[in-house]
């Protein structure tokens, strides 16, 4: 509790919940006490008693804990406009206007949440950062002079003159699309208006309103990803989600992967235009659905903020990826942007701005500087490993004491891609697996519906959907079973049904297969191949390897902890993970999935000003590591292929469950020497 | 002469013509010696003997007024870089690289003039202020670390690192258009590249070559008037204007004077948008042609300054002049703008910037702000009354000690029009004229010839331009020659025949007419009718009442000087516009001719960044007086239609100048009465 000494001997104010208190003036208002003891009270309007963002609640009688006693005429009775603003808009129960409540003796007064500036914005994770809304945008409206021919001065002079007053703030610019519009707006008005006012780099009038604008602001946050785009629209009032919408990239036509985009633009004159183009194409039709999904005008939204990998940066940019596809993988450039949204082809009004996150490398993008911004691995405590799981890993480990990242190439496997019944995440897709290791009979779940495959009432939960393939989460969860069941080895090759146990095993050229689902008149057969189980050892060796590399810089062995970002970590179960060697050993409730944590980031750059600061800062202080220079990157990989690892222990993983200790290459199957050169787990 | 302590001990080197010396170490390069003494010598290329703008000329021998003798090897000997440059492109005799000669004893080294950053550029007229090259734009050269996957870092942000360091400049910014180039550019320059650099508002990166630059970089500046635009293309390296071209304003087809196209664009839903794109496209082909005159490629026109009046200056903006058309004359911005040039639709390279001056007033442009930076009244030891004559007359009243500045409305009889025989001043325009008191006969001299006409080879002198009409200047000195001559009475009647005794009088309706020309078969008829000795009594009523009336509020009857600008200013004879009562009564070797001083002060901002500056705080300071409330403005006009003037005395006027005391009204010729109402000074 503060007592903050205003030098003054008259009432004393208490405002709750901040415990601000000090005394103040006989009659002064709520609002200039709380701008006078640094209470967080908000005001669009100046104290004019029309935009009612100052409301308080005052509390009446006996305050124990803070020795006062409030009288009911502590405040000054309901004055005119109160009255009007009750009568016309409605003032909840006990709610006062701080601009125009005086205080007259002691009282304690409550800021609800919606009344102050720096809200909170409530995140559903326990151990996510809070997020204070301090957008880069803010509305301010003033009454501006009338021109006045004895003292000549532009329109433009005036408004700037009246804003500087009931802000403070110095050397506000003034976009110039908003010239021609202008005078009409300020006589429209009657000379007042509402502007909204961008703050970074400085102070800048990017829109206006006659009058007192009632409709709000708005921000869209964009993840922008390889395959899919993903949007928020957000109210900058409030910081809530008000709609969220996502598209695939239509870049996909050029390249299902980023380095067959980079060559489109190599082959093609002008590939590099038409990428642009279609994403820039892809992100107004999803603005124009996120605008109408929530019922909101399209010229509110005024801020946005972007997260992307480093191909998708650039083309997104308007920049020729072909430097980025080869070695020294340069950037044209890796800084934040601070741009107009016109100025990148973004059909938003035209005083929107787009504030796209720093790179952290060549490989490692404003995707994963959002992840840090959102997992904030450079304040951690203890050593944390975060991981954002796609088609490329990005990888961060490190504490307060510092932090390193990198990429890793882990291929669209864990999409579901290079999967012989692979698929995306939908409806339809297997996406748990469990293998009883007795009978070593199969269950499973479908996106969709909530019951096991065992269960009763399955084939009906499921036939709306069909039973179509199994998507990344499916695979790994059924390749670790089957591990765990012994019917696959360390090294990755699946047993005939004879050395396995289990009819399920069947050939499939020269390796074997196993039955997952038998297939009947709605579905086809899904078998998890010696082809699958190969992808996905690639994939989770490529994700280690990256992960040992950074604790082999760091000089550890072990990790405290390991954070799973990314749509697709959200569903990654940890033991499974841990089974395959995904990740590093560790304590499996020290596990734990951050969700869509690029888009999180992109959401509070987005909503604070200070994370913009924070993680430019935060990238330049990230040792980065290139994997593809590191000659022990290789040495990690080749380890990593096994299940869960040729050379590293993982006791944690141990304490909890035994893998079979089975191997099938003994009986000679074809490929097995391959298997065992690029493995070398088997033995 | 400075001596700057370097505290060192080793050989004296001393700087022409600055006269800085000190001391430096043995081995210094000249170029380093001239930083650590604060000389102004050039250098882009930062020392690497490519741009050679760093060149200077040592002296040999006894320099008795600096105290020291100079030995032939105070200098280190060429260098290979310097064998090379004079091998390759020339260095002239006696001259050596700064960057690459070491002082090794006393030496004398005089910095010429191409060498010096802040080079003076030469104006014509004596008492003229001088243009200090300073502008608003540099190239500065610079090698850029490659990039290492290592320390990832972005092309942008490693070019902004070696321009920070070469420069000293904090806090450079870069357009974003650049970024797409950015990459090909470095790589086709070996990573040496020269970039442009926009110091204002802050140092901005506008333009970029692979390497050093050769081509140097331009800039416009432009005079919009309402009928005229007139466009110089100035090397911002030298400073000389190395093309100028002018056309009509193409907005003359929506009307001839300014309130016409006000109405225009009242009257039209999308007129002021098409006046608006009118200009800009007349701009366009303006900036085409100087481009080709001059030979440059127009990719190196960088930077742009513009002057105009307040309805051009709102056109031009995009703004519809509509507030401009009625009190209280409400600018929609009167702030000098700082733009892209793309902005306002001028195609010109993505990076050049606009600098529009700042306007006085409603009715008082930035033309007239560039006629105070010209003229600078704000400076000036003596009162001077400042007028630049035009459609409008802008009229400033001033010395150190403060300036008030009004407009007033002449009309464009000044320039012509509104005139029987009137046309704009171009060849066979009648522009000069005399009458002899006695004979009351005429001679007169034309434009493109320097033949009076009544001298021996006139007729062929003028066969190619023909006798068309009369110019601005003509008329005002036709009318003050009749004036003198006893042809036309102070209240501006022409005498019949026999009162004026000459037969060129002749009756015109009720009025009668002077013959100024008889016509052949090659030319028409040319008169000086009475309706337009009325329209010149007008137009200079107006001059005069708005002078007049600063003066009231100056409180003096005189001034010590009246300088007139405008291109029709220079035209104007002194003691004709005095005979007149154009301008007030003054000594005439105190009135001068300022020529284009609009154009002239959008040259200086163009060249000059401080002048913009100065240019800002001096609008401010100025004091605005606004005529059309003014009611002492109407009774100086009634006084100001008679020739000189109904009631201010004109004494050194009489000293020079016996006006015939004339009166052709007692006659009653037709109109008499009305004229007197108007007149009011024929008594």
Redesign the interface.
């Known amino acids: 509790m503060t007592d903050t000494d205003t030098g003054k001997t008259g009432p004393l104010v208490i405002f709750t919940p901040s415990g601000k208190r000090g005394r103040v003036d006989p009659g002064t208002p709520v609002l200039t006490a709380a701008r006078q003891l640094g209470v967080d009270l908000d005001s669009v309007c100046g104290g004019r008693g029309i935009c009612s963002k100052c409301q308080v609640t005052p509390g009446v009688g006996e305050f124990a804990k803070h020795g006062v006693t409030v009288a009911p005429d502590a405040l000054s009775p309901f004055n005119s406009v109160e009255e009007r603003y009750d009568r016309i808009r409605g003032l909840k129960s006990g709610r006062r206007l701080g601009c125009q409540a005086q205080i007259l003796k002691d009282v304690v007064i409550d800021v609800p949440p919606e009344s102050q500036v720096h809200k909170q914005v409530v995140r559903k994770r326990a151990e996510a950062r809070d997020i204070v809304l301090d957008p880069a945008i803010r509305l301010q409206y003033v009454e501006v002079e009338?021109?006045?021919?004895?003292?000549?001065?532009?329109?433009?002079?005036r408004l700037l003159a009246a804003l500087g007053e009931a802000t403070g703030l110095a050397g506000i610019k003034?976009d110039?699309h908003l010239?021609?519009t202008?005078?009409p707006v300020l006589r429209q008005g009657k000379w007042a208006v509402t502007a909204a006012l961008h703050l970074r780099p400085e102070p800048t009038v990017t829109a206006l309103w006659p009058g007192f604008h009632e409709g709000g602001i708005h921000g869209l946050a964009v993840d922008l990803g390889s395959t899919t785009i993903a949007g928020h629209l957000v109210d900058l009032v409030t910081g809530e989600v008000i709609a969220s919408s996502g598209l695939m990239n239509p870049q996909i036509r050029f390249g299902e992967d980023l380095m067959s985009r980079v060559s489109y633009g190599m082959m093609n004159p002008s590939g590099a235009d038409e990428m642009t183009q279609a994403v820039r194409d892809g992100l107004n039709r999803l603005f124009d659905e996120l605008a109408t999904e929530a019922g909101i005008d399209k010229a509110t939204i005024l801020d946005s903020a972007f997260v992307m990998n480093p191909v998708m940066h650039h083309l997104f940019?308007?920049?020729?990826p072909?430097?980025l596809g080869q070695?020294?993988?340069?950037?044209?450039?890796?800084?934040a942007?601070a741009?107009r949204a016109a100025?990148?082809g973004l059909d938003l009004a035209p005083g929107t701005r787009a504030y796209v996150l720093p790179?952290?490398?060549?490989h490692v993008g404003a995707d994963a500087a959002a992840v840090a911004l959102s997992e904030q691995p450079h304040k951690s405590d203890d050593l944390a490993l975060v991981v954002d799981v796609g088609t490329n890993a990005e990888i961060f480990l490190g504490d307060k004491s510092g932090v390193m990242a990198c990429s890793s190439p882990t291929g669209p496997a864990f999409e579901g891609a290079q999967i012989s019944s692979g698929q995306r995440a939908a409806p339809g897709a297997i996406e748990r697996v469990e293998i009883d290791p007795v009978t070593k009979e199969p269950r499973f779940r479908v996106i969709g519906s909530d019951l096991w495959s065992d269960e009763d009432g399955f084939a009906e939960a499921i036939a709306s959907t069909g039973l179509t393939g199994i998507c990344g989460s499916g695979i790994i969860e059924a390749v670790a079973e089957m591990r765990m069941a012994g019917i696959v080895d360390a090294s990755g090759l699946i047993g005939a049904a004879d050395k396995c146990g289990t009819e399920r095993s069947i050939p499939d050229g020269r390796t074997h297969a196993y039955v997952l689902w038998q297939g009947d008149e709605d579905s086809p057969r899904i078998l998890v191949t010696n082809g699958d189980i190969r992808a996905i050892q690639m994939a989770k060796a490529a994700l280690y390897a990256g992960a040992r590399l950074l604790m082999d810089k760091r000089g550890v062995d072990t990790v405290d902890r390991v954070v799973l970002a990314g749509a697709f970590g959200a569903h990654i179960s940890p033991k499974h993970a841990m089974v395959l060697g995904m990740i590093p050993d560790c304590p499996l409730d020290k596990v734990t999935s951050a969700g869509n944590a690029a888009g999180t980031g992109a959401r509070i750059a987005l909503l604070n000003i200070g994370a913009r600061d924070e993680i430019e800062a935060v990238v330049h202080q990230i040792e980065?590591i290139?994997t593809?220079?590191e000659p022990r990157f290789q040495e990690h990989f080749v380890n990593a292929t096994a299940m869960p690892n040729a050379a590293e222990p993982f006791p944690h993983l141990a304490s909890i469950v035994t893998l079979p200790d089975v191997d099938f290459n003994a009986g000679g199957e074809g490929g097995g020497r391959r298997r065992r050169r690029r493995g070398q787990g088997d033995s």
Request: proline content about 9%; overall charge negative.
């Open positions: 009338e021109p006045d021919m004895h003292h000549p001065s532009g329109d433009r002079e003034f110039h010239l021609p202008l005078q940019l308007g920049l020729d072909y430097e070695a020294p993988f340069a950037l044209a450039t890796g800084a942007q741009l100025e990148i790179l952290i490398a060549g980065k290139e593809a220079v």
